[in-house]
């Protein structure tokens, strides 16, 4: 796409269009807008017990913006169940300068120095509309997506755009809705300025889960 940089792919966000590629080799990006859009209702966040007791652990260090590139390098890295990805060089780059101007953002996931885990997105208005995320340890980013609902909660959102529904999204509370009822919930979060660095850059499992308790 000659010409098309960040400020095209917020304009794009905005209308409720999204990028992806055929695959990780594929030098094109398409735009999507299919008729059904999947979210997680930042109210009906669901986490099972026993992810709550892995997140009250700490099993994880949890940042926030610490290495956005790794982050999107893990999640376009082909693993076991994904052996081909929709993130190609054009998306790299595309999403490194939102995260240079402000508008990406990651959640990452750490074992002492390695990276297990984690998840990006991109914030606009008082909408965050979730990309993709990886995971090298078990429940890594499951991990990742509470420290994200936490964060979400806290500074304002009203939107949480998953883009497709899947099973394990379901089991989050990820429901599928019309494109007209995603534009009217897009349009609605767009009036608004939510703020992303609301909590501080680290915090604690119990902290999170706090948060999405008290701005339940």
Avoid at 47 to 57: G, N
Avoid at 121 to 146: H, I, N, P, T, Y
Wanted: charged content about 25%; proline content about 3%.
């Amino acid at each position: 796409m000659r010409g098309f940089g960040a400020e095209e792919l917020l304009n794009c966000y905005a209308r409720g269009v999204f990028p992806m590629a055929e695959g990780r080799d594929d030098p094109r990006i398409y735009l999507l807008d299919p008729d059904e859009r999947g979210i997680i209702p930042l109210d009906g966040f669901h986490a099972s017990r026993s992810l709550k007791k892995t997140v009250r652990q700490d099993v994880f260090q949890v940042t926030v913006d610490h290495d956005f590139a790794a982050v999107v390098a893990g999640c376009a890295t082909p693993a076991s169940g994904r052996e081909e990805t929709w993130i190609n060089d054009g998306i790299i780059r595309l999403y490194g300068d939102l995260h240079t101007a402000g508008y990406a953002h990651s959640v990452e996931c750490w074992s002492g120095d390695d990276l297990v885990g984690g998840l990006y997105g991109v914030s606009l208005g008082a909408a965050f509309f979730g990309e993709s995320m990886f995971s090298r340890r078990r429940d890594a980013s499951k991990v990742a997506l509470v420290h994200l609902i936490a964060r979400l909660k806290a500074g304002g959102y009203s939107l949480l755009d998953t883009q497709f529904t899947t099973e394990h999204l379901q089991s989050f509370g990820a429901q599928t809705i019309s494109r007209s009822d995603y534009r009217a919930k897009l349009a609605d979060a767009l009036i608004f300025e939510a703020d992303f660095n609301t909590l501080p850059d680290e915090i604690t499992g119990d902290q999170a889960l706090q948060s999405i308790t008290q701005t339940s």
